[in-house]
C-alpha cells in the first residue's frame, strides 16, 4: 500500500497492489495495529479509512 494523497485525519487515497483488487468493506491489517478498510475506488486508486487499535 502507498498512500498518495491524505483526504483528511483517517482517510486517504492509496496505490494497493494485490494478486486481487480488495472489495469495498475488505478491511486490511498493517504492522503496528494500524487497520484501514476498503470505502470505494477512485480511477486507479482506493479511498481507504484508517484506525488505530490501542493496547
Not at 5 to 33: N, Q, V, W
Request: proline share 5%; net charge positive.
Amino acid at each position: 500500500m502507498l498512500l498518495e494523497r491524505p483526504l483528511d485525519a483517517h482517510r486517504g487515497l492509496a496505490h494497493i497492489r494485490s494478486s486481487k483488487s480488495p472489495k469495498p468493506g475488505t478491511e486490511l491489517i498493517f504492522e503496528g495495529d494500524v487497520h484501514a478498510i476498503v470505502e470505494g475506488r477512485r480511477d486507479a486508486l482506493f479511498e481507504l479509512r484508517f484506525w488505530a487499535i490501542r493496547r
